[in-house]
Nanobody, 122 residues
Framework: QVELVESGGGSVQPGGSLRLSCEAS????????MGWFRQVPGKKREGVAW?????SIADSVKGRFSISKDHVRKILYLQIFDLRPEDSAMYYC??????????????????WGQGTQVTVSS
């Protein structure tokens, strides 16, 4: 059984920072591929960062987003710097129950949290 609970979203001004957290209840936290995705209404869910022993960041957000894992507390983090209005979205963490992510497509991730909203506006 896998349970994911995101938190840390909010309303921020452009240029601000946020750290999103995903608390995971799962036995294989240290092994499985995990990722962060975001979605705005009417658009496809977009992957932004993944972790399968090493971090991977989508080209579209590289340099501003980072992903990390706290293996003791079983928390997956997404640190976002220099927030822009186009970063506004619901952010989700997800698990693909395999050792390596291999693909970053959302359809390959089996478990999802409920999401945390990020809104960037002045």
């Amino acid at each position: 059984q896998v349970e994911l609970v995101e938190s840390g979203g909010g309303s921020v001004q452009p240029g601000g920072s946020l750290r999103l957290s995903c608390e995971a209840s799962m036995a294989s936290f240290s092994v499985d591929c995990m990722g962060w995705f975001r979605q705005v209404p009417g658009k496809k869910r977009e992957g932004v960062a993944w972790f399968d022993g090493r971090p991977s960041i989508a080209d579209s957000v590289k340099g501003r987003f980072s992903i990390s894992k706290d293996h003791v507390r079983k928390i997956l983090y997404l640190q976002i710097f220099d927030l822009r209005p186009e970063d506004s979205a619901m952010y989700y963490c997800a698990v693909r129950p395999t050792r390596w992510c291999q693909t970053h497509d959302a359809s390959n991730f089996k478990y999802w949290g409920q999401g945390t909203q990020v809104t960037v506006s002045s």
